[in-house]
Antibody, heavy 117, light 106 residues
């Protein structure tokens, strides 16, 4: 079955760039959107944005100035970069499959990122 | 952007109870609404799509209804495994938005 796995540093210093990768197994990246979502400690879910298999993107307006997503279909991976991080970016970051016209149906387990010096 | 508002924020109930969670959208979203269940330390799990379509493997005790701006998630008979936090999410328009969550506790 389809599985997603987030990976990346668990600790990032303030003002630096948070970089995460999501590796997809059991499915190709073709024909779907692939989203990132985050959840600060004890809080709700926030959609960050998606990348399409062709490379097209759509970012949340609240994060658009700091977010870049990329995709590598040969490795079945997609990535998130978030620049100029602050403590407010501390969260569990999830990646998810986002089929066209459907809700996000398969999620990674999430990875915790802490922003601290 | 579309705002999603859930109520209540916390719901105390017992095994066997019937419970209902409400989700309201700030503008019409037709039936482009999903419900997720999240347990501590876990990823959200998709329960219902298109406001009322139960995902495969989800117990029939769960049901969803509504259209436009008002939606409900009902659990007809609570089981111990159902105590979790529930989120609604609209997927008609980007940016996607979630309700703030309803924590269902014993």
């Amino acid at each position: 079955q389809v599985q997603l796995q987030e990976s990346g540093p668990g600790l990032v210093k303030p003002s630096e760039t948070l970089s995460l990768t999501c590796t997809v197994s059991g499915d190709s990246l073709n024909n779907d959107y692939w989203s990132w979502i985050r959840q600060p400690p004890g809080k709700g879910l926030e959609w960050i944005g998606y990348i399409y298999y062709s490379g097209g993107t759509n970012y949340s307006p609240s994060l658009k100035s700091r977010v870049t997503m990329s995709i590598d279909t040969s490795k079945n991976q997609f990535s998130l970069n978030l620049t100029s991080v602050t403590a407010a970016d501390t969260a569990v970051y999830f990646c998810a499959r986002d089929p066209p016209g459907e809700p996000m149906d398969v999620w990674g387990k999430g990875t915790t990122v802490t922003v601290s010096s | 952007d579309i705002q999603m508002t859930q109520s209540p924020s916390t719901l105390s109930a017992s095994v066997g109870d019937r419970v209902t969670i409400t989700c309201r959208a700030s503008q019409t979203i037709s039936t482009w609404l999903a419900w997720y269940q999240q347990k501590p330390g876990k990823a959200p799990k998709l329960l219902i799509s298109k406001a009322s379509s139960l995902e495969s493997g989800v117990p029939s005790s769960f049901s969803g209804s509504g259209s436009g701006t008002e939606f409900t998630l009902t659990i007809s008979s609570l089981q111990p495994d159902d105590f979790a936090t529930y989120y609604c999410q609209q997927y008609t328009t980007y940016p996607y938005s979630f309700g703030q969550g309803t924590k269902l506790e014993i």
